[in-house]
Structures are given as C-alpha cells and as structure tokens.
C-alpha cells in the first residue's frame, strides 16, 4: 500500500552510490537546458520570464515522485505555455496581476483535473484525442509559437490582431518600417549556436552556451540602452498630441471600467432580489458601458500604433538637456547619438514628466531574488466555470504529451508505465505548482531525451533539478538581468523545430484517408482560429467522433469467398467470386440501435439482388455485443429471410451475445440445429443441401474463383 501512495520507495530497494551519481549529473545536465528553456516558455505563456522558474521549482520533483516514469522530466513545455495564453488573452492583458493570477488558478485546475482523472482510474478519457488530431495540432502549434515570436526576433512592438495570421502581417509591417538590428542580431547569434552545437556536438548544452554567449555580449556591449523623457523634449506637435489624446482614451477606459463593475454589481444585487425591471435596467446599463469600452478600446490601440511608429534621434542640447526630433526631421549641423529611438507605450497613461524612451533592445530585467509565497490561489466560481473548458484540453493534452514521451522511454529501459500513476503525478505537480506561483505544466521531449541520454536511472535525478533550480531562485537570478528577450525567442523557436512532423500526416493518410482528412483539417482549423486553439481542437475531436459514429452506424457487412490460403476473405476487396446459393456473411461491430437496421437493410438487399440464394449464414465472430435493439432485429431478420424461402444460419457466436440470445429466446427461434461453432462446419453442413439442382461447376466457398477483369 506505501509502495502504491508513495512509488518513489520503488527507487530505493537496489539504490547505489553509483546511481545516486548517476542521477545528480543527469538532474544538473537537465537544469542547464531547463532553466533558460522555462524563462522563454513562460514569455510564450504571456508572463514575465520569471514565471518560468517558479514553475520549474516544484512541479519536476512533484511529478517524479508521484509519478510513474523515472525518466520523463516535467516543467513548463512550448504546447501547454501557447495553450495557457490562448485560454486566458481574453480574460486579462498578459503580463498584468490579474492575468498571472488566473494563470497560476488554471493550473491548480489542471492538476485537479488530472489526479481525479487518475483516482478514478480514467486515463483512457485521454483517447478522444486521436493521434490524426494531436498530430494536426501540434504541427499547427509548432508553426503559431515560431511565429509567435517573430516580434521579439526583430524588436517589433504591435498590439495583438483577433486573428494571430492578422498580427503576424502586423509584425511583417512592422519589421519592414523599423528592424532593431542588434536584437535580430542576438536572436540569430543565438539559433546559430543553438543548431550548430546541437549538431556538431550533442553533449554540450547548447542553450545555456548560447544563453551565456549573448548575455555577456548584452552586457558589455550595452545592448539594453533605455532613458526618460519631458513630453517638452519631444520635438513635434503631432506626437504631443497622440500622447495627449492617447491618455485621455486610457483615463476615459479605466473610468467606464469601474462604472462596469458597479453596473455588474447593481445586476448581482438585481438579481438576487428577483426584480426583473432593475434586471432589466442594469443589463442595458452593463451593455452599454461594454459598448463604450470597446470603443475606447480600439481608439486606443490605433493611437498607440501610431506613437509606437514614431522614430526619434536623440540631440544632447548646450545646456545639458535633450531633444527628440523625429527621425528626418533633425536641423542642419545638429548631431544626434547615432540610435534610433522610440517611445515604449502599453496599455496605461504615458507619463508626459517621465516618458520610457527606448534606443535599445529589450532584456529580461530584475528578476525577484528568492523563492514565491506558498499560498493556494483564489478559487472564484464563475472563472473556475469560464476556465473548465481550456483546463480540460490543456489537462488532456499535457497528460497526452507525458505519457507518450514517458512510454517512448520506457521502450528503451524496459521500465513499465502506469498511465493511471501518472495522470496522479501529472495532476499533483500542477496543483503544488499552483501554491508555488507556477502555471500549467507537462512532461518535455526534449528535456526527457536529455535525462535519459545523461544516464538518469531514477526520479531523483528530476528532485536534483528542481534544487537546481531553487538554487538559481535564491542566489544567481542576477546573472539573468541582461539576458535578451530575443534570445529567448530563438530558444522557443529552436524548441518547436522538433514539433513539426509532415511524415505524420503521410503516415495518417496512409492508414486511413479519413485520418489524413482530419488530421490536415485540424491543422488549417487550429491555424485560422489561432489565438483561439480549443476551436481547432474540437474541430478535429468532432470530426473524429462523427467517423466514429458513421463506422459505428454502418460497419462492414462483407461476403466471404474462398482464397489462395485457404481462408475466408471479403469477396469484394480480393476479387473473388460469391456462391450463387449460399450467401456467406460477415458483420463486423457490436450489434446494437445505431447499426442494427443497417444489418436488416444489407441482408434485404442480397434476397432481393441474388433470386437462387437458398442460404444465408451470418459468421458472427465480429458480432461482440449484443443490445435490445440488435436482438430485435435479428428476429426480424430471420422472420424475412426464412418467409423469402431462404435458410439462415450463424457461426461463431461469443458467449456474451449468445447469453442475449438465451435470455431473449431468440436461440429458440433460430433453432440449435442453426448454430455451428466455425464458418467451416457451417459450410459443410448447408453446402450439400443448397446446392442441389445448382449449376455451378466449382464453389467459391469451397474452391479459389477469381474474377477475370
């Protein structure tokens, strides 16, 4: 029982000084690639990059412990941070208080989600995720993350488009307008070393080289070069004036704001009395405020366009001061400091006695020295309801990723995978990530691979990272300050290279064409509602399904001929002949509402098509269940066939369908003498007797009769 609660007592019964080595090298190895992997990925997550960090303290040990794979390394992942910005974009502008606390609540849902997935056993829930549908989507995925971090490759400030293909032509604009060329510099300095070292030698931990490579460029190269500035030093009337409007939008934003909050607060109030005219009366007054809001909002995001598209140079005045002329616009025998610079405008009012004027790339910044608060996130009802949809797919997929990785490795150690274990280790990492500031978290590919490959031999290499990690959160953040955003773009965009697999819809199509269908479908779905990715997802679940229930409705009702191994095969799909007399029938598919007229049907139409048919015997082996609706069909079938003048017989009933037969007394009806326990005895007990008087010269249930075409 301790072993089942607690199955990290399983690492110690042979443990070593030689595996506790072992372990410690491949959990330090892992926090190397984790530690600038997890900043990035919590970028992609629309956090700032500490976030990353807070979400690799707890969740790698927690998971190695609770788990069952002793290799599979679990931390923030590119699928699941792209996921958790989808969910929560339209809830909070990324980055703020309140779009971190709903991030650090979805993934106490997910780990909720997931461990009663695994107390109650149900890790097969995991299977509506087809592997047409997690292929589509992950390749949709891969290209949306690379994407995604084109603005910060090329230093490029817009604000996000309803569409994420309408933002990427706003980024391109962009880019082509201004390129901060010493960020599209760090970012491709980095993938360099990234690919050629992870080329040319595998073993080096070509993140953290190129991590360390361009942070020392950053800092002594002056790569970050920021300042302040008078709206009085800003040297043109049109740029005052958007500055101007722009805090007028922004103060008229935050006001009909909190009009919205007291007019959702009359509605609450409304309706907990019942008083349907103040219900009424508040929900016009809520609608409205919404209306204005949005309103506010757009004039605010063109106004803020329009000052990001400014481009100043900076002149050192006589009296030590400064001037901004925009660019083009600086007087004769004037020289500027040779930088292009711009102003740096988010969502609040500009400050015009302190504007942030950026001539420079952006950095991670100070990142908080010391560990989060251990606290449990704010449980609110109705964002919990609002939420439940993005943490069940986010639930889903994650779990899907780390079993898939985890069972992946275990073909390789022989080590066996609990699926149920791990949704409980999987579920427990999210719910102690979320007491520890951390978003929703998964199992990693390639962080696995580099546990594995660095001899891990236990979960306690995972326990090491994770010490790693609290090490870096309590003495070493500093080092990170003049880390470059664009070199955590390019860790991402190196990351998700691995994600795109195109032989995966080859291989789809080649089993099934409906797969490959679905599987393309997902893809171009998940690529057109993106940011909205749960729209993809269930575009690919619902197709799935509908296969699913069409293959159920109509299953395949073949006829069987003899062929070269002396085998009974679909008569149809090898191009055999079918007995004029006896009518040989295969139905595959539990026989129940959905498809049990459908039987009727196939059966009707091969009375009505073949006038010398004397027999008909249903080879039942595929039949595995039986409901009320199938008995009842069967009956009728009986009924028609034997009032055609046909004989009818079944072979090979299971026990379970044959319990159904005897309990409805269909058996009865058919007749013991019917029932033959194999096709063969079938066949040679009805061959003679519907074949007399019959003109064919050789059987195709008895003898190889092909069709000559």
């Not at 049990?596 to 039942?620: G, P, T, V």
Request: net charge neutral; charged share 15%.
């Amino acid at each position: 029982m301790l072993n089942r609660i607690f199955p990290f007592l399983n690492w110690f019964k042979s443990y070593s000084l030689d595996i506790f080595r072992a372990d410690a090298i491949s959990g330090l190895t892992v926090a190397l690639v984790l530690i600038p992997q997890s900043m990035a990925y919590a970028q992609l997550a629309g956090l700032p990059p500490y976030y990353g960090l807070y979400a690799s303290f707890l969740p790698p040990m927690i998971a190695a412990l609770f788990g069952s794979s002793r290799q599979l390394a679990t931390g923030p992942v590119a699928v699941v941070s792209l996921m958790t910005s989808a969910s929560l974009e339209p809830l909070a502008t990324a980055g703020s208080e309140g779009y971190i606390a709903y991030a650090i609540l979805l993934a106490l849902m997910v780990g909720i989600f997931q461990l009663s997935l695994g107390v109650l056993r149900l890790g097969i829930v995991v299977n509506f995720l087809s592997h047409p549908v997690v292929n589509g989507f992950t390749n949709a995925a891969a290209i949306i993350i690379a994407s995604s971090q084109l603005s910060k490759i090329f230093g490029v400030y817009v604000d996000k488009a309803p569409h994420h293909y309408e933002t990427i032509i706003r980024v391109v604009e962009g880019a082509v307008h201004y390129t901060h060329w010493p960020t599209l510099f760090m970012g491709a300095l980095a993938f360099t070393v990234m690919y050629g070292l992870k080329r040319f030698v595998p073993k080096v931990p070509y993140v953290l080289v190129a991590v360390v490579i361009t942070t020392l460029i950053s800092f002594f190269g002056g790569f970050q070069h920021n300042t302040t500035a008078m709206v009085t030093e800003i040297k043109s009337s049109e740029v005052i004036t958007n500055i101007d409007e722009f805090n007028i939008v922004t103060t008229n934003i935050e006001n009909l704001s909190k009009e919205r909050a007291n007019a959702n607060e009359r509605l609450e109030q409304a309706k907990g009395a019942d008083d349907q005219i103040e219900i009424i009366n508040a929900k016009h007054d809520f609608e409205v405020l919404v209306s204005r809001i949005e309103q506010q909002k757009h004039e605010a995001e063109i106004l803020r366009g329009n000052i990001r598209y400014y481009l100043f140079k900076r002149v050192e005045m006589e009296n030590g001061g400064q001037a901004f002329f925009i660019k083009g616009d600086v007087p004769g025998g004037i020289e500027d400091d040779g930088r292009t610079w711009r102003i740096k405008v988010g969502n609040s009012n500009l400050e015009t006695g302190s504007l942030k004027m950026m001539g420079g790339g952006a950095i991670v910044g100070e990142i908080p020295k010391g560990l989060p608060s251990l606290t449990v996130p704010k449980v609110d009802l109705k964002l919990v309801l609002r939420l439940f949809p993005y943490a069940a797919i986010i639930s889903l997929l994650g779990f899907m990723e780390a079993i898939s990785i985890a069972k992946a490795m275990a073909a390789k150690t022989g080590q066996r995978i609990d699926p149920n274990q791990e949704l409980i280790g999987q579920g427990l990492a999210n719910i102690f990530g979320a007491i520890g500031k951390s978003y929703p978290t998964s199992g990693s590919f390639s962080r696995s691979a580099v546990n594995l490959q660095s001899g891990a031999i236990t979960g306690l290499s995972s326990v090491f990272t994770s010490v790693a990690v609290l090490i870096v959160l309590l003495f070493l953040t500093p080092l990170l300050y003049h880390l470059p955003q664009s070199v955590l773009a390019a860790v991402i965009m190196m990351a998700v290279i691995g994600l795109v697999n195109v032989s995966g819809f080859i291989h789809a199509w080649r089993a099934q064409r409906y797969d490959g269908v679905i599987s393309v479908l997902t893809f171009i779905f998940t690529l057109v509602f993106a940011p909205h990715l749960d729209k993809g997802i269930m575009v690919g679940v619902t197709l799935s399904l509908m296969v699913f229930l069409y293959k159920s409705m109509r299953p395949a009702v073949s006829s069987l001929s003899r062929c070269e191994d002396e085998g009974l095969r679909n008569s149809k799909l090898n191009d055999l002949m079918q007995c004029e007399y006896v009518d040989l029938i295969r139905f595959e598919g539990t026989l129940f509402f959905a498809n049990a007229s459908y039987l009727e049907d196939q059966i009707n139409d091969r009375i009505k098509n073949n006038k010398n048919l004397k027999h008909i015997i249903i080879a039942a082996n595929g039949i595995n269940d039986m409901d009320a609706s199938g008995e009842e069909a069967l009956s009728l079938i009986i009924e028609n066939v034997r009032s055609a003048g046909v004989n009818i017989s079944f072979s090979g009933i299971n026990e379970s369908v044959m319990a159904v037969m005897q309990r409805t007394h269909l058996l009865e009806k058919i007749g013991e003498n019917n029932i033959y326990p194999t096709m063969e005895k079938a066949i040679c007990s009805t061959h003679s007797h519907a074949h007399q008087d019959g003109k064919e010269d050789q059987c195709p249930l008895t003898t190889v009769c092909r069709l000559y075409r």
